[in-house]
């Protein structure tokens, strides 16, 4: 099975500071891609999710960016960050035949 | 549209006693996967059983089962001998073959073990 690694775990950052999470996949090659946000007691959000390498679909308008710059990496970033984007941000990498998908640790990110 | 509704937003129970956790979906689709993850305290997400439309058996995983009822569009989680490390919320969600691999949540069920 795959191992989804993240960092940093928690993360306080000012407003209009840049922001980059990231994240990698290791057990497996050619994964899907996915970054999700979550707020406190809430289901998941899907922000991005990608099928290859630099590609990326959006699934929410936002001060947010995803990119993959190579098969087991995928980061999120932001050019200026808002109150609005404090909260728990959690990549998965998704296994094609089984249709699966596997969790990293989380980062907290709070926006001062 | 295709959603997930888990209408126990929380629930509690004995340790050692069994609990069932619902969950309904509406979907079209005829080919489907179905997950119910767990995330204990720690927030970390844990993929605790799946479930292919396609089967008509009811997956198991140790003291985990699910009762899947396609013609009903419910798939229920059943916890049997419950155990303290067994708090934490439990999510529902569906992927349909067509989806991208995007995955369908529902809003998540907190489920509390007492000693």
């Known amino acids: 099975s795959q191992t989804i690694h993240q960092w940093p775990a928690t993360l306080v950052q000012p407003v209009g500071s840049p922001l980059s999470l990231e994240c990698t996949v290791e057990g497996t090659s050619n994964p899907n891609l996915y970054w999700y946000r979550q707020a406190a007691g809430r289901g998941l959000q899907l922000l991005f999710y990608s099928v290859g390498i630099g590609q990326i679909s959006s699934e929410v308008p936002q001060n947010l960016s995803a990119s993959r710059p190579q098969d087991r990496q995928f980061i999120l970033s932001s050019k200026k960050l808002l109150l609005s984007d404090s909260g728990f941000y959690l990549c998965?990498?998704?296994?094609?035949?089984?249709?699966?998908?596997?969790f990293g640790p989380g980062t907290r990110l709070t926006v001062t | 549209a295709q959603t997930v509704t888990q209408s126990q937003p929380e629930m509690s129970v004995q340790e050692a006693e069994t609990v069932t956790l619902s969950c309904t979906y509406d979907t079209s689709e005829n080919n489907y996967y179905l997950f119910w993850y767990k995330q204990p305290p720690s927030r970390q997400m844990i993929l605790v059983i799946r479930?292919?439309?396609?089967k008509q058996q009811n997956a198991t995983e140790n003291r985990f089962s699910v009762n899947f009822q396609k013609a009903a569009k419910s798939f229920s989680l059943k916890i049997s001998d419950s155990q303290l490390g067994d708090t934490a919320m439990y999510f529902c969600a569906f992927m349909t073959m067509d989806s991208n691999y995007q995955l369908i949540w529902g809003a998540g069920t907190k489920l509390i073990i007492k000693p």
């Open positions: 479930q292919e439309a396609y």
């Open positions: 998965a990498g998704g296994d094609r035949n089984s249709y699966e998908q596997y």
